[in-house]
T-cell receptor, first 110, second 114 residues
Framework: DAKTTQPPSMDCAEGRAANLPCNHSTISGNEYVYWYRQIHSQGPQYIIHGLKNNETNEMASLIITEDRKSSTLILPHATLRDTAVYYCIVRVYNTDKLIFGTGTRLQVFP | DTEVTQTPKHLVMGMTNKKSLKCEQHMGHRAMYWYKQKAKKPPELMFVYSYEKLSINESVPSRFSPECPNSSLLNLHLHALQPEDSALYLC?????????????FGDGTRLSIL
């Protein structure tokens, strides 16, 4: 199973872009990268996912390197409400398993 | 706001009690999941249902008994739990199994075993 590696914590000033990195060097060609976040006392919230192309939605952008060994989640204008644990997950091919890593705790400060 | 609703939000029970957790979704999803999350740890998959049939049991002890009465409902029946079973129990759903579409989670039931 492809594993992910994320920094345990990051800080970001409110209004600035938050760039959260993720390494997944053992990813297979048909495995997707998913990002979720979990705010304290809530369930994980889906943010975005992608295979090889960069993706953007109303919440964030996902940049995947050409070799697919790493990706970056970008929150373009972080707010205090974006303070959460962010999980980068590689979806095991053709299964239901979302194997959550330890995540990055993002702290947005005023 | 989550579209997966879990009740109750909190549950305290003794080791000899029998209780049930409930999960409901009205998004037309045909795959539903139970996860367990211990404090300061990531969620771990317990069960997967597909079209109301159990597809995956991740070697969960029999004191946890899942049930899927229809495509919108998922229950988790609890009996003779141990203190180490105290955790946040999360329900999720997706369009169908092995789809690349994301799983959507509820806010969980926080379970405490006395």
């Amino acid at each position: 199973d492809a594993k992910t590696t994320q920094p345990p914590s990051m800080d970001c000033a409110e209004g600035r872009a938050a760039n959260l990195p993720c390494n997944h060097s053992t990813i297979s060609g048909n495995e997707y990268v998913y990002w979720y976040r979990q705010i304290h006392s809530q369930g994980p919230q889906y943010i975005i996912h992608g295979l090889k192309n960069n993706e953007t939605n109303e919440m964030a952008s996902l940049i995947i390197t050409e070799d697919r060994k790493s990706s970056t989640l970008i929150l373009p204008h972080a707010t205090l409400r974006d303070t959460a644990v962010y999980y980068c997950i590689v979806r095991v091919y053709n299964t239901d398993k979302l194997i959550f890593g330890t995540g990055t705790r993002l702290q947005v400060f005023p | 706001d989550t579209e997966v609703t879990q009740t109750p939000k909190h549950l305290v029970m003794g080791m000899t009690n029998k209780k049930s957790l409930k999960c409901e979704q009205h998004m037309g999803h045909r795959a539903m999941y139970w996860y367990k999350q211990k404090a300061k740890k990531p969620p771990e998959l317990m069960f997967v249902y597909s079209y109301e049939k159990l597809s995956i049991n991740e070697s969960v002890p029999s004191r946890f008994s899942p049930e899927c009465p229809n495509s919108s409902l998922l229950n988790l029946h609890l009996h003779a739990l141990q203190p180490e079973d105290s955790a946040l129990y999360l329900c999720a759903s997706s369009y169908y199994r092995e789809s690349n579409q994301p799983q959507h989670f509820g806010d969980g039931t926080r379970l405490s075993i006395l």
